[in-house]
């Protein structure tokens, strides 16, 4: 229980003090006029008040991978703390942070965008199409997984197929209308069912007296019952919960909404931070609900299953069912946003006119329509990989926000620094994955899989640090 404590008083501390040193770096001004205020198309730009910024945030961002990344990381053990903390504060609230901002700075241009203006046309392509497909691909699993989720609790008449539809119509709704019509209005009711399950959990697990929680210091050791490694398998299984490129797509939406650069730090690294708490609430239950981490991988029916055991065991049947809605709501109040930025992206892509309602339904019905179409593949598959795109994404936002700041003479190494171990893990994932090239190499190689995977992660990340070098040199004389 010491080491959870710690770790959650690492990640307030970390928003106090960190957080407003990354808002202090970047150099937040009330006096610069913001999108929400200077464009106010009443349909994506629309001012909200500061505690709707941080609950849409919060609610956009935390979708099933502070749950289930979280709860599959606990399969290593408690060292899955260690990245939650770390990888939130000087990486992933540092990532969500710099997206939302530099968007606010380019009147809430999507991510795709701004990693061309810093980055080149090139990364700009590339982007567009990453990011458009993985905010589909997480639109699909937002709404597949949440269909599972409710089908536990309905009659069996009310399938899971039933509920897709139901939440599909939903998304409809929700990526058409205007932001303050649905989202900004029913986020707060799903954010009251959000933070009452991760308080249920959290407290049962650490109060109840029922169940163990080990500390960090005598089980400082990789568990997973599959023998994968820490590195860099466990950087990929914990997205959400430590630092992820989804984010990044969703900072532009609420960028728009801001009326004041001030409240970025409350509306991106907070919500970052207090995402990464939810998730340490999961993984914490992970490491204690089940004896050890190979029960937890053998609890039938797949992580689903885990999530009801752990709520209904924990909360009692009512209780149970209210921290359910909680972890339905997380998906769901991400997938809308999911195919709403979608949407933004492809607009801003091809620059059309989203107060035009006409123009607007057109691209809400094909994105949607994309998105039915891949939910009819294993839902699986479309996890996996949408996880690795994730974590790309990821990569490109911290290099360009490293690039921002060095055209602005400001401090690069808050960007660069994570950037360059989130290279480095990516590109050794790449290789070393089943789902990139390990599937194809992986028999080749052998054992020599892994260390082959780990050397040309470090080749590829020296020769983009070099890169990167090269181009401040040249901005410095510039």
Same mark, same amino acid.
């Given at each position: 229980?010491?080491?959870?404590?710690?770790?959650?008083? +690492?990640?307030?501390?970390?928003?106090?003090?960190?957080?407003?040193?990354?808002?202090?770096?970047?150099?937040?001004?009330?006096?610069?006029?913001?999108?929400?205020?200077?464009?106010?198309?009443?349909?994506?730009?629309?001012?909200?008040?500061?505690?709707?910024?941080?609950?849409?945030?919060?609610?956009?961002?935390?979708?099933?991978? !502070?749950?289930?990344?979280?709860?599959?990381?606990?399969?290593?053990?408690?060292?899955?703390?260690?990245?939650?903390?770390?990888? +939130?504060?000087?990486?992933?609230?540092?990532?969500?942070?710099?997206?939302?901002?530099?968007?606010?700075? @380019?009147?809430?241009?999507?991510?795709?965008?701004?990693?061309?203006?810093?980055?080149?046309?090139?990364?700009?392509?590339?982007?567009?199409?990453?990011?458009?497909?993985?905010?589909?691909?997480?639109?699909?699993?937002?709404?597949?997984?949440?269909?599972?989720?409710?089908?536990?609790?309905?009659?069996?008449?009310?399938?899971?197929?039933?509920?897709?539809?139901?939440?599909?119509?939903?998304?409809?709704?929700?990526?058409?209308?205007?932001?303050?019509?649905v989202i900004g209005r029913i986020y707060p009711i799903f954010g009251i069912c959000l933070i009452a399950m991760a308080l249920g959990v959290g407290s049962v697990?650490?109060?109840?007296?029922?169940?163990?929680?080990?500390? *960090?210091?005598?089980?400082?050791?990789?568990? @997973?019952?599959?023998?994968?490694?820490?590195?860099?398998?466990?950087?990929?299984?914990?997205?959400?919960?430590?630092?992820?490129?989804? @984010?990044?797509? %969703?900072? !532009?939406?609420?960028?728009?909404?801001?009326?004041?650069?001030? %409240?970025?730090?409350?509306?991106?690294?907070? +919500?970052?931070?207090?995402?990464?708490?939810?998730?340490?609430?999961?993984?914490?239950?992970?490491?204690?609900?089940?004896?050890?981490? %190979?029960?937890?991988?053998?609890?039938?029916?797949?992580?689903?299953?885990?999530?009801?055991?752990?709520?209904?065991?924990?909360?009692?049947?009512?209780?149970?069912?209210?921290?359910?809605?909680?972890?339905?709501?997380? !998906?769901?109040?991400?997938?809308?946003?999911?195919?709403?930025?979608?949407?933004?992206?492809?607009?801003?892509?091809?620059?059309?006119?989203?107060?035009?309602?006409?123009?607007?339904?057109?691209?809400?019905?094909?994105?949607?329509?994309?998105?039915?179409?891949?939910?009819?593949?294993?839902?699986?598959?479309?996890?996996?990989?949408? %996880?690795?795109?994730?974590?790309?994404?990821?990569?490109?936002?911290?290099?360009?926000?490293?690039?921002?700041?060095?055209?602005?003479?400001?401090? @690069?190494?808050?960007?660069?620094?994570? +950037?360059?171990?989130?290279?480095?893990?990516?590109?050794?994932?790449?290789?070393?994955?089943?789902?990139?090239?390990?599937?194809?190499?992986?028999?080749? *190689?052998?054992?020599?899989?892994?260390?082959?995977?780990?050397?040309?992660? *470090?080749?590829?990340?020296?020769?983009?640090?070099? *890169?990167?070098?090269?181009?401040?040199?040249?901005?410095?004389?510039?």
């Amino acid at each position: 229980m010491i080491t959870f404590i710690i770790c959650v008083l +690492a990640l307030i501390f970390g928003y106090i003090f960190y957080g407003k040193y990354i808002d202090r770096v970047f150099g937040s001004s009330a006096d610069n006029i913001t999108p929400a205020v200077k464009i106010n198309d009443g349909v994506d730009y629309v001012v909200m008040k500061p505690w709707k910024l941080f609950l849409v945030q919060l609610l956009n961002i935390a979708g099933l991978g !502070p749950i289930f990344g979280a709860l599959n990381g606990a399969l290593f053990g408690p060292i899955a703390y260690v990245w939650i903390v770390l990888g +939130a504060i000087f990486a992933g609230a540092v990532h969500d942070y710099m997206s939302g901002m530099i968007s606010m700075r @380019h009147n809430g241009m999507s991510v795709a965008e701004i990693s061309g203006e810093y980055l080149g046309d090139g990364v700009r392509k590339v982007m567009r199409l990453f990011s458009i497909f993985l905010l589909i691909m997480f639109g699909v699993v937002f709404s597949k997984g949440p269909a599972g989720l409710i089908a536990l609790l309905t009659p069996e008449k009310y399938g899971e197929t039933f509920w897709f539809v139901i939440i599909v119509a939903y998304y409809f709704i929700a990526t058409f209308v205007p932001v303050d019509k649905v989202i900004g209005r029913i986020y707060p009711i799903f954010g009251i069912c959000l933070i009452a399950m991760a308080l249920g959990v959290g407290s049962v697990i650490m109060f109840s007296g029922k169940y163990q929680m080990p500390e *960090l210091w005598n089980n400082f050791t990789n568990v @997973h019952p599959n023998n994968l490694s820490v590195w860099p398998f466990l950087f990929v299984t914990i997205t959400c919960g430590a630092i992820s490129g989804f @984010h990044s797509t %969703q900072s !532009p939406m609420i960028a728009r909404c801001c009326a004041s650069e001030k %409240q970025g730090h409350k509306a991106f690294y907070g +919500a970052m931070i207090a995402e990464s708490i939810i998730a340490l609430v999961w993984a914490a239950a992970g490491v204690s609900f089940y004896e050890n981490s %190979q029960a937890l991988l053998q609890a039938g029916g797949g992580v689903n299953t885990v999530v009801y055991e752990i709520c209904t065991s924990t909360m009692g049947k009512i209780g149970g069912i209210i921290a359910m809605l909680g972890v339905i709501v997380c !998906p769901i109040t991400s997938g809308d946003t999911s195919y709403r930025s979608a949407r933004l992206s492809v607009a801003d892509w091809l620059k059309f006119d989203q107060k035009d309602w006409k123009k607007r339904l057109l691209l809400t019905v094909i994105i949607l329509g994309i998105g039915v179409a891949i939910s009819l593949l294993d839902y699986s598959v479309v996890w996996r990989y949408a %996880q690795w795109i994730n974590q790309f994404i990821a990569m490109i936002v911290l290099w360009t926000g490293a690039m921002y700041l060095v055209k602005n003479k400001k401090n @690069h190494f808050i960007c660069s620094v994570p +950037a360059t171990f989130i290279t480095a893990m990516f590109f050794t994932y790449f290789v070393q994955s089943p789902e990139c090239l390990g599937a194809l190499i992986g028999n080749l *190689l052998g054992s020599y899989l892994p260390i082959v995977s780990i050397t040309f992660g *470090l080749i590829i990340t020296s020769v983009i640090c070099i *890169l990167f070098a090269i181009k401040c040199k040249k901005q410095k004389e510039f």
